[in-house]
Nanobody
Framework: QVQLVESGGGLVQAGGSLRLSCAAS????????TGWFRQAPGKEREFVAV????????DYADSVKGRFTISRDSAKNTVYLQMNSLKPEDTAVYYC???????????????WGQGTQVTVSS
């Protein structure tokens, strides 16, 4: 099965930047769409961004449009989430997920990473 490992989380001040990575292994990553989700304490897991298997199509949650950029490096079997202009409300555990269908609901995704903590201080 597909195995996903996130990295790049940490503590950053408001207005700063972080780049998260999602490395895939264990199974060919071809034709899998990859999404980023986040979950803050006491809140439901929410959609952040998704990128198609080809990298040609992306979608973002309204809350992160203009600040976050999702990208794919097929040669490295890795998907990235560049996060700029971070806000305290971005604080959450960030997860990457993969699925063969194009979806925005976390319940539709079959494969998940372990998550990486992002904390944005005010």
């Amino acid at each position: 099965q597909v195995q996903l490992v996130e990295s790049g989380g940490g503590l950053v001040q408001a207005g700063g930047s972080l780049r998260l990575s999602c490395a895939a292994s264990g199974r060919p990553f071809i034709r899998y769409h990859t999404g980023w989700f986040r979950q803050a304490p006491g809140k439901e897991r929410e959609f952040v961004a998704v990128i198609s298997w080809s990298g040609g199509n992306t979608d973002y949650a309204d809350s992160v449009k203009g600040r976050f950029t999702i990208s794919r490096d097929s040669a490295k079997n890795t998907v990235y989430l560049q996060m700029n202009s971070l806000k305290p409300e971005d604080t959450a555990v960030y997860y990457c997920a993969a699925d063969r269908t194009w979806a925005f609901d976390h319940r539709e995704y079959d494969y998940w990473g372990q998550g990486t903590q992002v904390t944005v201080s005010s």
